[in-house]
């Protein structure tokens, strides 16, 4: 029989960084996550990526989380125990605005796409300065990157999700170097110096 | 070196370094990736199979043939292969046979959420279950070595937490299997499961399972961690995690094996804690054989036991951290939490409009859906996309069980004489998986039924895999394309039709010629998913004729993502345009075609269009 006696001093791990992704399936929230992750080990860090596809390409919502720390246990985060909620779209943003822990941050980006509900004219997609005050009270701070702009500037329209990545890499005070090695490990071959362009100029749009 | 592995990575890279020679699977979420993995390691045949029983009856095969193999598939796959499985228990096998099995807590993608460990007690074969990546890489080449070592299968299980989370891997390399036997085995006492046989292998397997208990009492794969002795939970799998997380002080018996139980662990460690309890996701699996070893749990006083379910956690749905930390504060493990602060945000304050998964913008299967709901006849339907037809405004699917099922529930209800005609609906692959029978029966009893075969040249579902109809195999070898209509013919119907799946006119003529007819018919519907590469090289955004629509609403009963209600009013009926989002519009033209307004153009039309502004 195997017995690890543990002592009862054993420290509790420290606490865990705990970030939710989320979009619309086709965003790229999945490849985010996967650069996200390779940071947190690259950092050091032991880290977990969780995700749940099958319905992703349908256009449906797309969330996924990486924590960070000494000791990673769950790949689950809870309900108000989110750090960073990285938001690839507005609605989503909202929709998973009760994840965030109290003073928590929100990075989003600074599109809408309508549901097909919303296009159907079932229901309303919420109004502009509704979901500003709503992400305004929530969290500790809001900070808005227009991955459209970005993504035009920079000439491909699918970069949006690493653009956002750059806005990150800006609020976690992390070496630029690191996550292009991440996102080197990760991105497809033959896009990413286009995927760095737009790193870059998100990791600028919050500076 | 470490690296971050998906669970699903984790399993292919575990089969690859314990030497597997050959895999075999049917596709499933959340199973699809172990195979889509195995399948580049160099040395191993990895195969598409067209159904679990296949796959698995291929694996058994090639382990009789004294080579490492494993079958893997998702929780309802095992349903599919369960009479294989059943078999491969009673026979053992030369070589080292994996069953893997994916289960789906909280059917993210899944018609039931069956706790597949229950299959290991069923078939006395012993059951593995890792806790992350790491586990999953080490308990899959540990499958391997158990197997051989018990003669028996193992069932390595899963869970969709498990499959599609990373975490850190130190990866090895291959340690070659060579065969080992030299000869096929000619051994019918073993291996032909005649009755006299199967007698005699029967107490063999009931002796094997004893002995595997008795082995699991010192496995390496099940440890007792001690911290606090006030608490102590005996779990598995991903439960572990949220024990570690909610519990950090709590004592652990993690097992490793969870299928037989070492029963003398077991009491030991209930010896050494004050109070014991059982984590486990679904359901009471380890739980109810602990009650049945006569080891006493803790049991809260407010909480009732029941003889068949679970006392503390959750039995319906994926656990997680909240889950297992509200269920501890109700049974009183854990000190009561402050009241939550009061909502800021989320769903709490506004309603916030759904995001469900639909078909894609130019999906091949939208045109049939539309034109069955337009007749308004029953629709027993199948799994794949097209389920998602149950949403309006289609509304195009009444029925869906299982792989296969459409072809047979609606022979049922023809065979009822039921007073309405009823359709069939399919996929290619799924018509490959389990249909080909269902539509045998059809022709052969001749019943009423009308099948539609949606062929849309790949498996869509799970994200684009190859099948029989698609001419190349998952390690992308050329192979023979089978054709689905001199297949169907072959099968004894005689009305068959293959029209383009995008051909609305063509699909509500046929099949409404065929509704005056009597007897079985099947309409193969053919068109590449829109999303294939191929495809995507091909889209173009249509267009609508704001002067030419007036807001009648025939496009948006087509359900189409791309087709928007627009801001602006027609003037007469004062109700919206219609609009086409180009972002998402692929050119399909099924609105197109049913504008009966001619106020969509088409393809060529758009071209025009172009060709009149450069």
Known sequence: MLVEEITMTEKKPSKNINFMLAGVG???????????AELGVRLGYEAKKAEIHGMSQRGGSVTSYVRWGEQVFSPIIGKGEVDFLVAFEKLEALRYLDHLRPGGIVLVNDQAIEPITVKAGDVKYPEDALVRSTLASAAGAVHWVDGQEITESVGNPKTANVAILGALSALLDTPESE????????????????????????????? | MKRLLSGNEAVAHGAWEAGVTVASAYPGTPSTEILEHLARFPGVYAEWAPNEKVALDAAIGAAYAGRRALASMKHVGLNVAADAFFYAAMTGAEAGLVVISADDPSMHSSQNEQDNRQFAKFARVPCLEPADSQEAKDLTVAAFDLSEQFDTPVLLRLTTRLCHTSTLVEVGTRCDQPPRSEKYPRNPAKYVMIP??????????????????????????NRIEMRSASLGIITAGVAYQYAREVFPQASVLKLGMVYPLPKRMIADFASRVERLIVLEELDPFIEEQVRLMGIEMYQPEN??????????????????????????????????????????????????????????????????????????????????????????????IDTCGCMGASIGVAHGAAVADDSERHFAVLGDSTFFHTGIPALLNVAYNRSNVITIIMDNRITGMTGHQENPGTGRTLQQKETVQIELEPLVRALGIQRVATVDALDVESIEKTLKAWLKEEGPAVLITRRACALLPEERKEWLPLKVIEEKCNGCTICFRIGCPAILKSEKMDAKYDRPLAEIDVSMCTGCEICAQVCPRDAILFRSQMAELYCART
């Open chain 1, 26 to 36: 086709g965003q790229g929230t999945i490849l985010a996550s996967d650069i996200l």
């Open chain 1, 179 to 207: 996550w292009l090695e991440a996102i080197k490990a990760h991105a497809p071959a033959k896009h990413i110096a286009i995927n760095e362009k737009a790193f870059r100029a998100g990791r600028e749009a919050v500076k």
């Open chain 2, 196 to 221: 006299a046989n199967a007698r005699r292998r029967h107490p063999v397997i009931e002796q094997r399972i004893l002995e595997l208990a008795e082995f699991a009492e010192t496995y390496e794969h």
């Open chain 2, 303 to 396: 909480l009732t036991l029941y003889p068949n379910t679970k006392t503390i956690f959750p039995l319906i749905g994926e656990l997680d951290p909240a889950s297992v930390c509200a269920a501890g504060i109700k049974a009183g493990l854990l000190p009561v939490a402050p009241p939550p602060a009061p909502p800021t945000g989320g769903e709490a304050t506004i309603s916030l409009p759904a995001r469900p998964p639909v078909l894609c913008a130019g999906c091949p299967h939208r045109s049939t859906l539309y034109i069955l709901h337009k007749i308004g006849l029953p629709i027993n339907g199948d799994i794949g996309c097209y389920t998602l037809g149950v949403i309006p405004p289609l509304n195009a």
